[in-house]
């Protein structure tokens, strides 16, 4: 089968090549997947530039985490999936799991049932992001009834963050999101009730107080005008230095960094909320396997808006 493959550290179009390698098989607990979709995260294009392990993030020559694909096999220990079911899922974060190939085999719990009304590159692209909010509003005890609630996140037009407004917007929060202008209309869109210019600091400040602010800007931290005694603060990129003292100076009373999880039954919530119009992807631009390489320069950009999806045929 085809696979993409880092030869090792260095720009996209260097170091970067698809090549041939052994189909998986799959363990008793894993689901043999044939790949249609796969979202590329900024972990896929990081690890390729640097060539290292990130913390718990296991560094690999053959990336891809994301995928949306059918179901060709299942091992013996598998229940509730069969060949042929359309799945998706976040493949063995944060080891290595190689979805940027014809197939993958993955382990049952990270997946869950696609939903019908996603295309495939919306089911690719989703996972890592969608998830990413998920847990992050979990660390902030934003679950279940959300309503009369204020959230801010930072970087709303993203891959996580576009899907974090609506995450939140579905629990019945108040959505407050940062974008660049350009961008405003799109978060409104997607139910964002405020949205900020990031580059307008006296808008910023005058930002009234939130509960919840999750940041997906690296080194973002909400302006401190919006935290107030009991605001939880989560960042998925890391503070920087000092922030983390003013914010609590400020009240915060969560201050957290959170790593995302492969997590097959958070997935299966979420393909319910695809399915019941509460909850789309925006997909940046959907590109073939053969232009993998262009696919990771325009997410390298850092302006896109949703996700870069490669589709496989
Ligand atoms: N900890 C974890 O588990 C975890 C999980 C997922 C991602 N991450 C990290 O989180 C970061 C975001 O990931 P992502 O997939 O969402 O990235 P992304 O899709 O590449 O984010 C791009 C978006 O960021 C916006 N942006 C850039 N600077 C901004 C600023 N100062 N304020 C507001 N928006 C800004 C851009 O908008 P404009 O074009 O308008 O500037 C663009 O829409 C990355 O560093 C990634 O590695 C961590």
Redesign the pocket.
Known sequence: MRAVRYTGAGAAAEVTELVEVADPTPAQDEVLVRVAAVGL???DV?IRAAAVDFGPIEYTTLPGWDVAGEVVAVGPAVDGFAPGDPVFGLARFPRAAHTLADLVAVPASDLAHAPAAWSVAQQGGAP??VL?AW?AFEAAGLTGDATGKRVLV?????????LAVQVAKSRGAQIVA???R??HDVLTGLGADEVVD?KDESALEEIAPVDVVLS???N?VPPLGAVREGTAVI???GFPDGAEDALRAAGASVVQ????AADGPALAEVAALADDGRLTVLV?GAFPLDDVVAAQER?ET???????VVTLS
């Open positions: 995260n900024p972990v990081k890592l992001a990413t847990h930072l970087g709303g037009a993203g891959g996580v963050g576009h940062t974008a660049s350009a961008k990031y997906t800007v690296d973002g960042t998925i990129t960094r959170i790593m995302v940046d997410l850092g302006r896109v808006t949703g996700k870069v």
